[in-house]
């Protein structure tokens, strides 16, 4: 467990967001009126697409041990989307959750899709195309391949709502589960057009209704636990970036984390057949159109391992190498992918030469496959009419230099990096201050800009090139 913070609080009102996303549980004490962070700690949760939930509940014990909410008043958490976490009666959790980045539902999502009369069906239904992340396909897959586990299940909640019910069980604050519409919009049996539940399409993949989590207003508390700890309502990962980083016009977010993620507050739902763009909700009322991949910092992680180097030396190879990588493309699928909907695929290298091959091509092809795959995404925003006026990146990956320097020309647009923080922390903290305040907006905290990259007017061509011969693999290569 790391621990950071000056400690000084002047006796002013705290607030903490809890950032329970997929590598690790990280938890932001925050200034409730300025936004101002005086705390942080972290602690790691256990590799793998399945987990017991009690290993967050051991993360979150473990990053708060030390006193980080001592003195708090308000408490939210941001957990990563769509893992199903399946209770009994007693609330006792059936089996281990399996995460948003877990494939096995794969064909549960093409049976899915095509039961309902294909994607068009299911976007006028919940915004979204089934893939294998989305809980609804883990539901269909369970009741396929676990019956007994499915037998006894009462109940289904995502990992926000869990811990959330599970701080307020600490004392006598619980009385039910609940959730947002943030997230709920991730579960594929939620509409955020509709702003309510389709139990059929629960039904239809699990072969009854089960009890589903209360979907909370932006502002409204979970509950206080006996201490008096206010425990607003939480919401997904992403939804809580988008809060953090209080956004403006223009914006669109690039988070390089386990997932690769391209989002934008937006005004209504935007509707995307190609299932690129799913239609989330955000933490504020209204939508958060989003496109993820299973692949994104950890192609880093990965390239550097195979080239025997740290971080560092990856970014200082990536950036003595050129654009293009001198041929060399790597698509990343090395987990295999999301978006495109390809859950079997592994990365592929390809244009391999005598002349080219060399650490530095390799690792700036590993920075540009991955950052090729998202420019997709943020393509699809544009395509839907989204003005991309900037970009906005955060996430681990968002620290690499060779990203940072390469991302303006692969997505046309500036690149903006916030100062470093956990996003997801601090939008959880500004949604707990929000519900403290019982205000109609939530309070206003100033981003805090860290550094600025331009497109370069000599790198437009080659990135152009970068783009077109990545996109020419994926359609060689799978078709698509
Ligand atoms: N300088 C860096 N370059 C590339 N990747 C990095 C760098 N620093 C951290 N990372 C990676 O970022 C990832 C963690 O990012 P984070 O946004 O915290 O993930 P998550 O929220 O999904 O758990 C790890 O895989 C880590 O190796
Ligand atoms: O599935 C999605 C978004 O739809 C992922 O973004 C998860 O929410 C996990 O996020 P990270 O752990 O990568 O932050």
Redesign the pocket.
């Given at each position: 467990m790391e621990h950071q913070g000056d400690d000084v609080t002047d006796g002013r009102t705290l607030v903490a967001g809890v950032?329970s996303?997929?590598?690790?549980t990280?938890v932001v004490v925050c200034d409730a009126e300025t936004g101002r962070v005086v705390r942080t700690a972290r602690a790691p949760h256990p590799d793998g697409t399945e987990v017991h939930p009690d290993r967050w509940w051991d993360a979150f014990e473990q990053a708060s041990g030390s006193g980080i909410l001592d003195g708090v008043s308000a408490v939210a958490v941001g957990g990563?989307q769509h893992g199903m976490v399946t209770l009994d009666e007693d609330d006792t959790v059936v089996r281990d959750a399996l995460l948003w980045n877990d494939t096995r539902s794969a064909a549960a999502a093409r049976d899915l899709t095509a039961e309902l009369g294909g994607v068009g069906a299911w976007v006028d239904a919940v915004g979204l195309v089934p893939v294998a992340s989305f809980t609804v396909t883990k539901l269909r897959w369970l009741a396929e391949h676990e019956p007994e586990n499915a037998a006894r299940v009462a109940r289904v909640v995502l990992p926000h709502d869990w811990l959330t019910g599970r701080i307020l069980q600490q004392g006598n604050g619980f009385d039910r589960w609940s959730t947002d519409r943030g997230d709920a919009s991730g579960t594929g049996y939620w509409s955020a057009a509709d702003d309510d539940y389709r139990l059929d399409l629960l039904e239809r993949a699990f072969g009854r209704v089960i009890e589903v989590p209360e979907v909370l207003a932006p502002a409204q508390p979970a509950g206080r636990t006996e201490g008096g700890l206010l425990v607003a309502a939480g919401t997904g990962?992403n939804m809580g970036a988008a809060l953090g980083l209080t956004l403006q016009p223009g914006d669109v977010v690039v988070?390089?984390?386990?997932?690769g993620t391209v989002f934008t507050p937006h005004d209504s739902a935007i509707r995307d057949e190609t299932g690129a763009i799913a239609g989330f909700a955000d933490a504020t009322g209204h939508h958060l159109p989003l496109m993820c991949t299973l692949n994104a910092?950890?192609v880093?992680?990965a390239a550097a391992s195979m080239l025997g180097v740290d971080?560092?030396e990856?970014?200082r190879l990536a950036l003595k190498a050129s654009p293009g990588a001198g041929g060399l493309s790597l698509l990343p699928y090395l987990d295999g992918e999301r978006t495109p909907d390809l859950p079997d695929a592994s990365g592929t290298l390809s244009g391999l030469t005598r002349s080219n091959a060399s650490p530095e091509n390799f690792a700036r092809c590993a920075v540009e496959g991955m950052l090729c795959n998202l420019v997709a995404g943020v393509d699809a925003l544009r395509d839907k009419g989204v003005e991309v006026g900037r970009i906005l990146l955060i996430?681990?990956?968002a620290?690499?230099l060779a990203?940072r320097e390469i991302a303006p020309g692969l997505f046309r647009a500036p690149v903006v990096v916030p100062a470093p923080a956990e996003y997801?922390g601090v939008g959880a903290a500004r949604q707990a201050a929000w519900a403290l305040s019982g205000e109609q907006d939530p309070p206003t905290w100033a981003l805090e800009i860290d550094s600025e990259y331009a497109v370069r007017p000599g790198d437009e061509q080659a990135h152009a090139d970068v783009v077109a011969r990545y996109q020419d693999l994926v359609a060689r290569m799978h078709g698509v």
């Open positions: 950032d996303s997929t590598q690790s990280k990563q990962d988070s390089l984390g386990t997932s910092a950890r880093l992680t971080l560092t990856l970014d996430g681990g990956a620290a690499s990203v997801v």
